[in-house]
């Protein structure tokens, strides 16, 4: 006999999960219990939000499932916003909830919340389990649906007598069978013939590259085609890291808080490839104006956001790495010049040099800086506000990753995203860029830090301020300053220094320069306080 | 314009607040939904009625081909297909009104179910055109309370073996 709780713990091990993410309850107990001495890690974060957040992190560094469990009531719904920022994003998540006993179901008995009611709207599906037998199905399903076609959360909710019954053997399936999903891998070829027509017959084409490309592991793929056509690429912030910052081909990020560069050329094309981007408000504001002069070749694995924002002209639904191998092999096209030096020209024309402010660290040229001092394949994990625009527009990526809240936007993001990322790439540089705001929404998780001695580098931009919403006051409320002041600001040294990790404030850019030269050369966590000045811009 | 979607879904618990979770967060506007077993148990079958322009039942259909335990989605095409509406009405008969009810239902082919001293309840199987000619019949009387179960639809083979 075998119950639901060891059948959960085995159903982790046969999907190779090594690390997981969660706080404990009464109605999680049992699969805590049987997850105890194994050589399953579970971190324990100092709350669940934090946890889809880690699990978030490690996913995408690891481009494999992310697992974080939490009790029911309280814990679960702790883990929503977690699991709609993984849903925005597209990072695949298998998200397991304890349950009160399914006979009291439904009578707000303790702690007793209708969590796969309340996720509906932002999970890529849920289930709750209401017969032991169906758990190996389940968990087989779920990380399938987590992982394939357009990945996204999954949530498992196992009432604590489901953990507990027993049954007689464990069998995990092979294969899954979900009549309603198949998602299409291969590109229709005749779609992508008319799109390479299409892409002969363009005079002034753009790629614009979305986080699809690197979820698919396109990005090799996507270079490629990029050299061998002449295309330049512009990136969503999803896609930063498609290329290389000062890759000749690459124009930048576009959007309101973009290079005006990309944003120029986007609207001056008069053919734009959608590689896995969306179109969110925030990249591209007025797409119908885009459309205006130029065809749109969109590739996605997800069809439903194929016309969603953006009028397209060829549809091409299909896995990104195998659309690009499939467009690769018959592309026969070279960009013409004048486009590309036009493209340079925007570039130099619109590049503003960072102004210094005496008495503070430059944001702006600090981030640029410290792209030359972390390690190529270095993981830099933004969270959101002023900082997050900054380390978009002024990482200079190579080879290495950028992680932010996109979609949701979700502050605090980048303190448990870096923890999960440095927890699945420990020989990476990791990197959490957040400001005073953001780092104060997840700052308790400097906890799990020093207990797992887990090696980040945050960079705490303190300016005083909600810098971002004070920014938008600036611009739209007279400049009058409704509830953005961080006043009485702690004293974020200390602060680490009690929870036993480093730290140290710098006041200049060359003295920020130094500190994150050094701790980036010790194997322990450190937290760099940067002091900005209030007025620096996000721009 | 009037679109109907037919919508096969596994027949789980759960699944159509999966899928009437779907119209309100994405703002669609829905007329009616019916959803039965069909012949095969395991199965159900959802019919929607839902007002919007080609870009909105696009995105409808696509939005409900994401819902995991949705295996089909279908959008009919006028004319091809007939579709079917049960209402009960109930309307005011007073004894002397009995009589003109009794031949309104018999000229519009609905069946009298309930008699009582001053109500009669009418039941009506036909198509949402039908219902509000018999609606505009029966008001001058004083309609009590209609109950509807929503449109269901069903594809005419006759016109799909002329295709």
């Known amino acids: 006999m075998i119950s639901g709780a060891e059948i959960m713990v085995k159903c982790l091990q046969e999907e190779n999960v090594s690390v997981l993410f969660g706080y404990p309850g009464a109605v999680i107990c049992p699969f805590f219990d049987h997850l105890y001495n194994t050589e399953i890690k579970a971190v324990l974060v100092r709350q669940e939000q934090n946890a889809a957040h880690c699990a978030s992190g490690y996913a995408r560094a690891l481009s494999k499932v992310g697992v974080c469990v939490a009790t029911s009531g309280p814990g679960a719904l702790n883990l929503i916003t977690g699991i709609a920022t993984a849903y925005m994003d597209s990072i695949p998540l298998v998200c397991i909830t304890g349950q009160v006993r399914s006979d009291v179901l439904g009578r707000d008995v303790f702690q007793e919340a209708d969590i796969t009611g309340a996720c509906e709207s932002f999970v890529k599906h849920s289930y709750l389990v209401k017969d032991t037998a169906d758990l190996p199905r389940v968990f087989k399903e779920a990380f399938h649906i987590a992982s394939t076609g357009r990945p996204g959360p999954v949530l498992i909710d196992v009432p604590v007598d489901v953990q507990t019954a027993e049954i007689e053997e464990f069998v995990y399936p092979d294969k899954v069978n979900i009549i309603g999903y198949k998602p299409s891998f291969k590109g229709h070829p005749m779609q992508i013939k008319r799109a390479l027509d299409m892409i002969s017959e363009s005079k002034r084409p753009v790629i614009c590259a979305g986080g699809g490309v690197l979820s698919s592991g396109a990005k090799p793929r996507l270079r490629e085609f990029s050299e061998k056509t002449g295309i330049p690429v512009v990136s969503t912030m999803m896609g930063i890291g ?5 890759d000749p081909l690459y124009v930048g990020m576009l959007g309101s808080h ?31 104006q885009v459309v205006e002069h130029a065809n749109v070749i969109h590739i996605d694995i997800d069809p439903a956001e194929i016309g969603k924002n953006m009028k397209t002209t060829v549809p091409i639904v299909g896995d990104m790495k195998n659309v690009l191998g499939q467009m690769l092999r018959d592309v026969d096209y070279t960009t013409p010049e004048e486009w590309t030096a036009q493209i340079d020209q925007w570039k130099k024309e619109f590049y503003k040099e960072p102004e210094k402010t005496e008495g503070f660290v430059e944001p702006k040229s600090f981030i640029s800086a410290l792209s030359g001092i972390v390690k190529p394949k270095a993981i830099m994990v933004a969270d959101v506000g002023q900082n997050q625009i900054w380390c978009a527009n002024n990482y200079r990526i190579k080879d290495g990753r950028f992680f932010t809240s996109g979609g949701m936007g979700t502050m605090g993001y980048s303190v448990p995203a870096a923890i999960g990322a440095k927890m699945a790439r420990p020989r990476r540089d990791v990197i ?11 700052m308790n998780e400097l906890a799990t830090i020093a207990q797992e001695n887990v090696n980040i580098k945050i960079i705490v931009m303190r300016n005083t301020v909600l810098g971002m919403v004070h920014e938008l006051q600036d611009m739209h409320y007279g400049s009058r300053y409704a509830v953005t002041e961080l006043s009485d600001i702690p004293d974020f040294v200390k602060l680490a220094q009690a929870y036993g990790i480093d730290s140290a404030m710098a006041k200049s850019n060359e003295e920020a320069e130094k500190i994150a030269r050094e701790m980036l050369k010790s194997d322990k966590p450190f937290v760099l306080v940067c002091d900005v000045s209030p007025s620096t811009s996000s721009k | 314009m009037k679109y109907t979607l037919s919508v096969l879904v596994e027949n789980h618990p759960g699944v159509l607040s999966k899928v009437s979770g779907l119209f309100s967060r994405r703002a669609f506007n829905i007329d009616s939904l019916a959803v039965g077993v069909t012949e095969d148990p ?61 031949k309104i239902a018999e000229l519009m082919d609905a069946k009298i179910v309930d008699v009582s001293v001053n109500t009669m309840t009418l039941q009506f199987a036909d198509t949402l055109e039908r219902f509000e000619t018999l609606c505009d019949l029966l008001k001058p009387y004083g309609i009590r309370e ?3 179960t929503g449109t269901v639809a069903i594809e005419k083979d006759s016109v799909l073996s002329r295709k």
């Open chain 2, 146 to 148: 209609i109950v509807r």
């Open chain 1, 242 to 246: 498609v290329m290389a910052s000062d």
């Open chain 2, 42 to 102: 395991t199965i159900s079958r959802m019919t929607i009625v839902a007002d919007g322009d080609e870009y909105i039942i696009e995105q409808l259909e696509k939005q409900l081909n994401k819902v995991i335990p949705v295996i089909k989605v279908r959008t009919y095409t006028e004319g091809d297909y007939i579709s079917r509406e049960l209402s009960l009405i109930k309307v005011n008969s007073p004894t002397n009104k009995r009589l003109d009810i009794m």
């Open chain 1, 258 to 288: 973009g290079r005006k560069a990309a944003n120029v050329t986007i609207h001056n094309a008069d053919l734009v490839i959608l590689c896995g981007a969306r179109v969110g408000d925030r990249a591209v504001a007025s797409p119908d």
């Open chain 1, 432 to 442: 959490a860029v957040c400001g005073d705001g953001s780092f104060q929404m997840s």
